[in-house]
């Protein structure tokens, strides 16, 4: 069983940063072979892809780009979010997300979720 705790969410202004981190660890768990990545839920909407890693290669949605970073250390099993000039629009549930076959944008390729961390930015 893997499991995954997310950190790092809470309340920001509206062009604030917030950097949420996710640990990794499981009986023979091994983060070098799975694809890393963040989805998010906002209220009364589906849970939709953020960003991932996968194959060396990193995904974002159109409207993080170039203000989201996902990054991971395998070594210490964690996979990261930085996230800067945050907007109202990006108040949601973060929950991080691990798999083997995890493809980008695709949910059910996930094998594992976190619990995931609240993230509220004001206006």
């Known amino acids: 069983q893997v499991q995954l705790v997310e950190s790092g969410g809470g309340l920001v202004q509206a062009g604030g940063s917030l950097r949420l981190s996710c640990a990794a660890s499981?009986?023979?768990?091994?983060?070098?072979?799975?694809?890393v990545g963040w989805f998010r839920q906002a209220p009364g909407k589906d849970r939709e892809f953020v960003a991932s890693i996968s194959g060396g290669n990193t995904y974002y949605i159109d409207p993080v780009k170039g203000r989201f970073t996902i990054s991971r250390d395998n070594a210490k099993n964690t996979v990261n979010l930085q996230m800067n000039s945050l907007k109202p629009e990006d108040t949601a549930v973060y929950y991080c997300?691990?798999?083997?076959?995890?493809?980008?944008?695709?949910?059910?390729?996930?094998?594992?979720w976190g619990q995931g961390t609240q993230v509220t930015v004001s206006s």
């Open positions: 997300a691990v798999g083997p076959r995890m493809r980008p944008f695709r949910s059910d390729t996930v094998d594992y």
């Open positions: 499981g009986r023979a768990f091994s983060m070098y072979i799975m694809g």
